[in-house]
């Protein structure tokens, strides 16, 4: 008997959608069992932290929680500090900050066998017995890199990333693993799996991203020390809206082997692994320790570079350049204001400060960082989001992964005229020829080489810039990609950077806001004043830069640039 074709047709149809529907429940079980897993560890972080508060009702919690790394981890070596009392404080803090937040995705409940053994250590690390919260991205052994994808769940990693394994040889103790965006391509803090992060300062802001969950509990308090990634300001937009400090490295100064990549194997703009933490020196003892015999044996392609301890204590004043905008993103009333105040400052303290003339930024974003990032017309990025049921945070730039040659041909034309910003954009994401890239690769060495070449003229010894900030709304960073000139600037040259909060958006800042215009005056540059407004009292923060492979003198910066804010501030 024959089948009518409509019938045929409309019974396949339904086969589909049947198939299709039995898929999606499949995912959504999975996303249910990750949310009880989450929920499970927060459940066990208040029974360790409650156990412990009923049998040591003495212990001085908040007292604990106020040392700064550098006297926490003395009083760790020396005995004078239980290393239980830490450990327990912090998961007590950090649950806490969790409920607000919902920053923390895992309780690593191995930790509390790691800080029994560390009791019994013989030799004590830099880090001896000091809790670190861990991005999700970063490989910790027996336990998912989800970054925020379905897909990934239920995949746990073999061993450990080789960050995390000298984490534990210098007795650092990681306990909690942190949520981060879908595809960590954003430097908001949301996906389908763990939800959204909120800021621990404001919750209607976000934490930045994609170490979102890291700036909120380093900057609740909640950790002492947190270790994550930065491709594009990844470290430095958490640390810099929640309040805290950030150090994103050159790219190979520490190892990168076990840690997620959101987009694999591109060159141009160089991804770091780095810490947070509430202040320089706490940076600073993180990366004496990592920077040990422990990090350059277990990955070979790190340079053999100790912390270079002379040049992180000089005092000599420094050279600094500096600018106030980079003439792409228009700094806010705060961000201008942070730049000058810090300015002032750096030359009253005796340091010279020289103006650095900003170039083409334009140009490197669109011709260097997105088309560098996206070189295959993005198709590899968008093959991330196969069988997912969202698809993030990254907005415009997925959906133009999505996009056919044909129609981003046609839309760049279209838009070129009304929209510049949105045609570049689109003329970027297209797929290039292996010539192009490499020619693209040439070009940035050759304009790295140029800027240094600037840098060398003036004879600077580090740079002064601006942060965005501050922190944007929830749901704005993904409307506003363009934003992260002045982060991503240092990823594409791959110099060390980072960041340090200077002041607080103060009511004249926010009555200066209401002249916002930008510099484009287009639809990206309305939302990004809306999504700066209401932001009295929130942080704001500097960036300091140095030269590749200087990140003690990026670091002794920072450490200047911190001093003088909290002398004149009284800020923390």
């Not at 950030?246 to 591109?266: D, N, W």
Request: hydrophobic share 40%; with cysteine.
């Amino acid at each position: 008997m024959r089948v009518p074709l409509p019938a045929l047709l409309g019974g396949s149809a339904l086969l589909l959608l049947l198939l299709r529907w039995r898929r999606r429940r499949a995912l959504w079980r999975k996303v249910a069992e990750a949310q009880e897993r989450q929920e499970l560890s927060l459940v066990r972080m208040e029974a360790a932290a409650r156990r412990f508060r009923e049998q040591n009702p003495s212990v001085k919690v908040a007292s604990i929680l106020s040392l700064p790394l550098p006297e926490l981890s003395r009083k760790l070596r020396d005995g004078s500090l239980p290393l239980d009392h830490v450990f327990y404080a912090y998961v007590g803090k950090a649950l806490q900050i969790a409920i607000e937040t919902n920053c923390v995705t895992e309780f690593l409940q191995e930790s509390e066998t790691q800080l029994r053994r560390a009791k019994l250590m013989d030799k004590q690390g830099l880090l001896y017995g000091v809790p670190v919260s861990i991005k999700d991205s970063i490989n910790c052994q027996g336990h998912d890199s989800t970054l925020g994808f379905i897909k990934n769940l239920n995949k746990p990693a073999a061993e450990d990333s080789v960050v995390v394994q000298v984490l534990k040889r210098q007795g650092a103790i990681p306990f909690v693993k942190t949520n981060v965006p879908q595809s960590l391509i954003s430097y908001d803090c949301k996906n389908l799996i763990f939800g959204q992060t909120r800021n621990p300062l404001m919750f209607t802001r976000t934490p930045g991203g994609s170490s979102g969950g890291e700036g909120a509990l380093v900057g609740g308090g909640g950790s002492i020390l947190g270790i994550g990634t930065d491709v594009g300001g990844s470290l430095r937009f958490p640390a810099a809206f929640c309040g805290v400090c950030a150090i994103k490295p050159t790219g190979k100064r520490l190892s990168k082997r076990g840690v997620m990549a959101g987009v694999t194997g591109q060159k141009a703009v160089a991804a770091a692994v780095g810490p947070l933490a509430k202040d320089v020196e706490s940076l600073a003892l993180c990366l004496r320790a990592l920077l040990s015999e422990d990090m350059f044996s277990l990955d070979s392609t790190v340079p053999p570079l100790p912390f270079n301890e002379e040049v992180y204590s000089s005092t000599k004043p420094l050279r600094i350049g500096y600018y106030e905008t980079d003439f792409f993103t228009m700094p806010s009333p705060a961000m201008r204001r942070a730049v000058r105040e810090t300015k002032q400052l750096l030359e009253e303290a005796g340091h010279t400060l020289v103006p650095f003339e900003l170039t083409n930024v334009e140009y490197v974003m669109f011709n260097y960082c997105v088309r560098g990032m996206f070189s295959d017309g993005g198709s590899s990025f968008a093959r991330k989001f196969k069988g997912e049921m969202e698809k993030g945070g990254s907005g415009l730039i997925f959906w133009l992964a999505k996009a056919p040659h044909w129609l981003k041909t046609l839309l760049c034309w279209i838009s070129k005229p009304f929209v510049p910003r949105a045609s570049s954009i689109i003329r970027s994401m297209k797929e290039n020829t292996v010539d192009e890239v490499w020619s693209l690769h040439q070009e940035i060495e050759d304009y790295c080489h140029q800027f240094i070449a600037q840098w060398k003229q003036l004879n600077l010894d580090v740079m002064l810039c601006p942060m965005l900030g501050p922190a944007l709304g929830i749901g704005y960073p993904a409307k506003l990609s363009v934003a992260v000139s002045y982060t991503m600037l240092y990823n594409a040259l791959d110099f060390p950077a980072g960041v340090v909060p200077v002041t607080l958006v103060t009511d004249e800042d926010e009555e200066q806001l209401k002249g916002y215009k930008g510099y484009y005056q287009d639809w990206w540059d309305r939302t990004l004043a809306k999504a700066f407004r209401g932001s009295v009292g929130m942080p704001v923060a500097v960036q300091c830069v140095a030269l590749p492979w200087q990140e003690e003198l990026c670091l002794r910066f920072m450490k200047e640039v911190e001093t003088l804010s909290l002398k004149k501030n009284s800020f923390s």
